[in-house]
Nanobody
Framework: QVQLVESGGGLVQAGDSLRLSCTAS????????MGWFRQAPGKEREFVAA????????SYTDAVKGRFTISRNNAKNTVYLQMNSPTPEDTAVYYC?????????????????WGRGTQVTVSS
């Protein structure tokens, strides 16, 4: 089992930048992929980005490609989501998740452990 704690959320103006962090404990961090998901009010949770255990492979939903960057520091047991040029449509609770395998998975069913989430609000 993996314990995940997100941080870095808050209120940001459209066009500014924000970096989310997620620190893990439990399983060996460098052995599993990590992902970020988000849930906006009244909507289902959706995939945002994922990174493989080694960090060499990443994947993104089309809506954030070119604006968001996922990265990880295995020495610090931490995964990051750099959010550049956010828009009000990016407003959501952001969750990090630990995958059951080493790949950069995009399906919720590929993740076994979830953080509690951090609120990101983008004002126009």
């Amino acid at each position: 089992q993996v314990q995940l704690v997100e941080s870095g959320g808050g209120l940001v103006q459209a066009g500014d930048s924000l970096r989310l962090s997620c620190t893990a404990s439990g399983r060996t961090f460098s052995s599993y992929g990590m992902g970020w998901f988000r849930q906006a009010p009244g909507k289902e949770r959706e995939f945002v980005a994922a990174i493989s255990a080694t960090g060499y492979t990443t994947s993104y939903t089309d809506a954030v490609k070119g604006r968001f960057t996922i990265s990880r520091n295995n020495a610090k047991n931490t995964v990051y989501l750099q959010m550049n040029s956010p828009t009000p449509e990016d407003t959501a609770v952001y969750y990090c998740a630990a995958a059951s395998s080493a790949g950069a998975a995009s399906r919720e069913c590929d993740y076994t452990d979830w953080g509690r989430g951090t609120q990101v609000t983008v004002s126009s």
